[in-house]
């Protein structure tokens, strides 16, 4: 049952098959699996309910025992409502599953009207308008899943009022993934974590209106208070006895982006580590206190510095450069990434006991000495559009982290994620998800055909995931050696695959055999020495190859 379940779960992970062009509408046959996980969700603000949750009410059927039966008719649903509109949809679902026509009619039109407007698009319109400083209409920024009123594409993307975060609906959300996450690191360690490392980012708080800020909030095991004008600028703490856990401590890493976004956001997760600080409580309960105390007695230090936990980079900067630093391999061990990480985000933001803004104060001990006592590190992946291999951004900062973490704790700490997709909560360790994304993504042969449709760049995007995935050795050894195993097989010791990349893109192809061989130069990938001994043969005609197109 646990493998089936597993083939199910990707077999049925939503991914993004080939890349967006700029000012081409969707096709028909790209919206099934879109339209299908919207169509998972109830969303009682369009008066809509799920729709597998309808099939399997009328039926008579489990949701979970029988996935795959409401799955096929789900799907059948969806092609006709794409195809024919949403009366033969509700015909079909009468006819074929029993189901009350009202009771799926919310849904379908949802649907149809995503359908439709995933026609209209005038990207390229309003980048033309935009290049004529002319007006662009607004329009929110999340994914169509979390919200479809993103649509029609090719507006100008707002932000979300930093005073509303974190929103009522994240806050239950967040209740959930915060309570597995515990649950799964007691599970594994036999109890609570005494301290959390997170990374919070400013595009996935603005999609999910704040589900990070909202984890770290729990976490520490506190609640967003409203003021008079509905603004949240405080907190108020959750009695233990309803907590019925140790308060955990937090150390939060924010992007520069989050940072300049969401400002009294951070004042408020700053403000939160001070009040729960504060508590008299019994440290075993309050490990927030326990940390502080401790380190304001052995190190001799003020509160101020011992309850800095929310670190960025200094004003006005961006990132972390570890990944930088691993795309152009100029580094000798792994402890220099996240050495690195920390001299760019060892910046404290919040506000001293006296009330005084802490604008980026530079804070390396502190930040060191609260990175020490971290037993786990966690992301909330916000879209199934970008995940952990789909960019550089995930290992820089979540791999970043955990090393640094490494590095000053003596212990490698556990690595957890989860999506705010998935209507369930399920947390998984690093290594999960890398090996779900790699079988989803790069090794799946619908997301990497989808890629060389779009020819030389759709070679650089094989070979970005490939060093992504490179990136997750280095920072965190959370890759399997079947996974550049397996990605050699499929790319590059396929004779046909091989001649199709260096066709398409000799560069690209080159730089995913060198990123192989370097993954096997540091340790990260055992493999035969005649897989080697063919791959340095091929790094060599690709350069031979190079070189011929450089004349
Ligand atoms: C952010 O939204 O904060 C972010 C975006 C891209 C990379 C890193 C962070
Ligand atoms: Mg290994």
């Known amino acids: 049952m646990q493998l089936y379940e597993e083939l199910l779960e990707i077999e049925e992970r939503l991914i993004p098959t080939g890349l967006h062009v700029l000012g081409r509408p969707s096709l028909d046959s790209e919206k099934t699996d879109l339209l299908k996980m919207v169509a998972s969700f109830d969303r009682p603000e369009f008066g809509a309910r799920s729709l597998p949750d309808v099939v399997a009410e009328s039926m008579g059927l489990s949701r979970q025992d029988a996935k795959e039966d409401i799955g096929r008719i789900v799907t059948s649903a969806v092609r006709t409502l794409i195809e024919h509109g949403t009366d033969s949809a509700s015909e079909f679902l009468v006819r074929k599953a029993g189901v009350n026509g009202e009771a799926v009619g919310g849904m379908l039109d949802l649907l149809s009207r995503i359908s439709t407007s995933l026609k209209t698009n005038s990207e390229l319109d309003a980048v033309m308008r935009a290049l004529r400083g002319e007006f662009i209409e607004p329009g929110p920024g999340a994914d169509i899943v979390q919200n479809p009123a993103i649509l029609p594409t090719g507006r100008n993307t707002h932000a979300i009022n930093p005073y509303g975060v974190p929103s009522d609906v994240a806050f239950a959300r967040a209740e959930a993934v915060a309570s597995s996450l515990l649950a799964r690191y007691v599970s594994e360690h036999g109890r609570h974590p005494q301290a959390v490392g997170l990374v919070l980012w400013g595009l996935d708080n603005i999609k999910t209106q704040g589900e990070g800020v909202a984890q770290a909030l729990w976490l520490l095991g506190v609640r967003p208070v409203r003021d008079g004008l509905n603004r949240t600028t405080d907190v108020s703490a959750i009695p233990l006895a309803e907590l019925n856990r140790p308060r955990v401590d937090v150390v939060m890493t924010i992007s520069g982006i989050f940072r300049d976004l969401f400002s009294p956001t951070v004042q408020l997760l700053d403000k939160a580590v001070r009040l729960v600080a504060s508590l008299d409580e019994p440290v075993e309960m309050n490990f927030v206190r326990k940390h502080v105390l401790e380190q304001m007695q052995n190190d001799e230090c003020r509160l101020d510095e011992a309850a800095t936990r929310v670190f960025s980079n200094a004003p006005g900067n961006y990132g972390t450069n570890v990944n930088f630093m691993v795309m152009d391999s100029q580094w000798d061990n792994e402890e220099t990434l996240g050495d690195l990480f920390v001299t760019r985000k060892c910046f404290a933001y919040g506000r001293d006991s006296q009330g005084r803004s802490i604008e980026g104060?530079?804070?390396?001990?502190?930040?060191?000495?609260?990175?020490?006592?971290?037993?786990?590190?966690?992301?909330?992946?916000?879209?199934?559009?970008?995940?952990?291999?789909?960019?550089?951004?995930?290992?820089?900062?979540?791999g970043g982290i955990s090393k640094a973490v490494e590095k000053r704790a003596k212990a490698r700490p556990a690595i957890f994620l989860s999506d705010s997709l998935s209507a369930d909560t399920k947390i998984r360790s690093l290594e999960e998800t890398v090996r779900l994304e790699t079988r989803a993504k790069t090794l799946n042969p619908k997301w990497y055909e989808g890629m060389l449709k779009h020819g030389f760049r759709g070679v650089a995007?094989?070979?970005?995931?490939?060093?992504?995935?490179?990136?997750?050795?280095?920072?965190?050894?959370?890759?399997?050696?079947?996974?550049?195993?397996?990605?050699?097989?499929?790319?590059?010791?396929d004779d046909e695959m091989l001649e199709r990349l260096r066709n398409l893109n000799p560069h690209s192809a080159h730089s995913l055999v060198r990123r192989l061989l370097e993954a096997n130069g540091r340790g990260y990938w055992d493999t035969e020495q005649t897989s080697l001994d063919k791959l340095r043969e091929i790094s060599r005609s690709l350069e031979d190859q190079l070189e011929g197109v450089g004349q």
């Open 361 to 398: 104060q530079e804070a390396r001990r502190a930040m060191d000495k609260a990175l020490s006592r971290v037993e786990a590190t966690y992301q909330n992946i916000d879209t199934f559009e970008i995940g952990l291999t789909d960019v550089d951004h995930y290992f820089e900062y979540l």
């Open 461 to 493: 995007e094989i070979e970005n995931h490939v060093s992504n995935t490179f990136g997750w050795s280095a920072t965190a050894d959370a890759v399997d050696d079947w996974i550049y195993s397996e990605v050699a097989n499929t790319f590059v010791l």
